[in-house]
């Protein structure tokens, strides 16, 4: 379980730095425990975002190796679910402490395949060891319920684990979706088939050898990698119980209803458009400050980050400050020391975004600060987009419908708060959204009348800690949200829950036969 293999290069040289990666060799896959080089001779490349240097090459898997993994998350269910609780939460301790002691090279190896800044990366990370921290109390969740319902007679619930489950990931975040993920859904005594983003497969990797370290049997987690084929397959097997996805609107639709029709449990969660509204009665600077991080941060690539800003009233003159402190911010490699920002993932995010921005002026809004064009003296290949600020911007406009997932925030000015809730409300996206006020009475109000599933008062993102549940909305979940990732909720979507009536009574007791149902 040599680290370096599993990535696909040599331990010594990796990752450290935007350092030309000397053999890039390609990324394993993880079944029984083994890390195994893919026979496919179709592969997706893997680049630094910031170089576009070569770092490892992904195989989209052969059905045979699909397969060997679904069988081997097969075969360790049963001993998995016949496990004690007590045992499992060891296991579980042991990987979490691992989690931290690796921390470091977890997030070095997200700043590689990602982008974003190692602190940034060192936050991926730590989001989804809490979740791990706190899946340790699983056992707790599992607890039944029982009722004397009747005399002689008790009523039991049992939580039941499914199955096999199967997660498919996203780029943005490598390390945080797959640990909200595979604890919860082990520790209630699933096994897991997870694919991570195939342009960020790293973390995950990792991620395995620390979890063989942590003494999880052979084959309650497996990692195969691929694409679309690759999520067709674990939406179409009769052997996975349940799908986490976590992704885009264009993916995590057709996932929710192809995984759907085939009767499984699907949780999805899907992308965004996040709003803050700034009162007048805000606190200015720590305002502008809130959302400059929040807007371009990660460069913008998080699904709650703050892409919309409604300044309402007298507070449309805050913008020339914003624009200022945005120009200060730091686009750089991810793994130089003052960076505030990286580039984006790849070269074809960067035209994406790009487009939209040039769309904006196309369509009457003004660009005041514009990022298409900025060019770093130390990696002129990196996916560079500088922070962008478009104002005047109107619901009809391309970059307000659509998703930029980049380091671009769009203005709009409203005159009242209730202006402001209603265009939010319009959107069709309902993750998160943010105000900033002085006015608790306004905070309320808000909150009340706000369709968007995480509220922040003063916080830009408002993202749950664990002992919550991530609670999108709208169009930003599939499925209405009833399916919310981890807390009380995430052990709910891993589990079934079984319901016992029993009757325990001495022959003198037992009532005579009757064929209609119980009235008493
Ligand atoms: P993506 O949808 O392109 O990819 C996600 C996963 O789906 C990948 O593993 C990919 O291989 C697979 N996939 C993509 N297209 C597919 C298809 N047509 N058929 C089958 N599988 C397919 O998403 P991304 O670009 O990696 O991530 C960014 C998106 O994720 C953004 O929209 C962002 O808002 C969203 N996101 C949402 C949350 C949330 O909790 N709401 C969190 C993180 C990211």
């Known amino acids: 379980l040599e680290f370096g293999s599993a ?17 890039p060799r390609d990324t394993l896959y993880f079944v029984d425990n083994e890390f195994r080089h893919s026979a496919t ?4 490349d893997v680049h630094d975002p910031a170089t576009n240097e070569l770092v490892s090459r992904v195989p989209k898997m052969t059905t045979s190796e699909l397969d060997d993994a679904l069988v ?11 496990m004690s609780a007590i045992a499992r939460q060891q296991i579980m301790f042991r990987f979490v402490a691992l989690i931290r002691e690796h921390w470091d090279r977890l997030a070095a190896v997200i700043t590689l395949e990602q982008g974003k800044t190692l602190a940034d990366s060192k936050g991926d990370v730590l989001r ?3 979740v791990a921290e706190a899946a340790c109390a699983g056992p707790e969740y599992m607890k039944g319920e029982v009722l004397e319902v009747a005399k002689d007679m008790e009523t039991r619930t049992y939580r039941e684990p499914l199955g096999v489950v199967g997660v498919i990931c996203p780029f943005n975040f490598p390390a945080m979706i797959p640990l909200w993920c595979i604890p919860i859904a082990t520790i209630t005594g699933n096994t897991v088939v997870l694919k991570p983003s195939e342009r960020a497969p790293g973390a995950a990797m990792i991620l395995m050898e620390l979890a063989a370290k942590a003494g999880f049997p052979k084959g309650v987690i497996n990692v195969v990698h691929g694409a679309h084929d690759t999520v067709n397959h674990l939406l179409d097997t009769p052997v996975i119980k349940a799908i986490s996805f976590v992704g885009s609107n264009a993916a995590g639709e057709y996932i929710y209803e192809r995984g759907s029709a085939n009767g499984k449990r699907v949780q999805a969660n899907l992308g965004a458009k996040n709003h803050a509204v700034v009162l ?10 809130a959302i400059s991080a929040a807007a371009f941060g990660a460069a913008g690539q998080r699904c709650m980050a703050l892409s919309a800003v409604i300044f309402v009233g007298e507070t449309k003159s805050w913008i020339s400050d914003l624009v200022k402190q945005a120009k200060s911010l730091r686009v750089d490699g991810g793994f130089e020391d003052k960076a505030d920002l990286g580039p984006v993932v790849t070269p074809q995010s960067k035209t994406r975004i790009q487009d939209l921005i040039t769309s904006a002026e196309s369509e009457g809004s003004d660009i005041l600060l514009d990022g298409r064009n900025f060019k770093h003296p130390k990696y002129p290949r990196g996916n560079w987009v500088a922070p962008t600020i478009i104002s005047n911007v109107t619901p009809s406009m391309r970059c307000y419908k659509e998703e930029i997932f ?3 925030l769009v203005c709009l000015h409203v005159d009242t708060l209730d202006s402001a809730i209603e265009l939010i409300n319009a959107n069709p996206y309902g993750n998160g959204t943010a105000i900033f006020t002085s006015s ?20 830009p993102i408002p993202v749950p800690l664990p002992m919550f549940s991530f609670t999108g909305n709208k169009k930003s979940v599939a499925g209405g949200g009833a399916n919310t990732f981890y807390g009380r909720p995430g052990v709910n979507f891993y589990t079934q829950l079984k319901t016992v009536t029993s009757k325990w009574a001495g022959r003198d007791d037992v009532s005579k036969m009757t064929l209609s149902m119980p009235t008493d």
Not at 8 to 22: E, L, N
């Open 128 to 130: 989804g060891l809490q």
């Open 440 to 459: 608790g009475i306004s905070a309320e109000r808000f909150r009340k009348n706000i369709e968007a599933g995480q509220v922040g008062v003063n916080v």
């Open 41 to 44: 001779k179709d592969f997706i």
């Open 280 to 289: 007048p009665d805000a606190d200015k600077d720590s305002t502008l400050e």
């Open 72 to 82: 081997s998350a097969q075969k360790a269910f049963p001993p998995w679910r016949a």
């Open 406 to 408: 980049g380091p671009v």
């Open 7 to 23: 990535l696909g290069t040599s331990a010594t040289s990796f990752p450290r730095a935007h350092d030309k990666i000397a053999e």
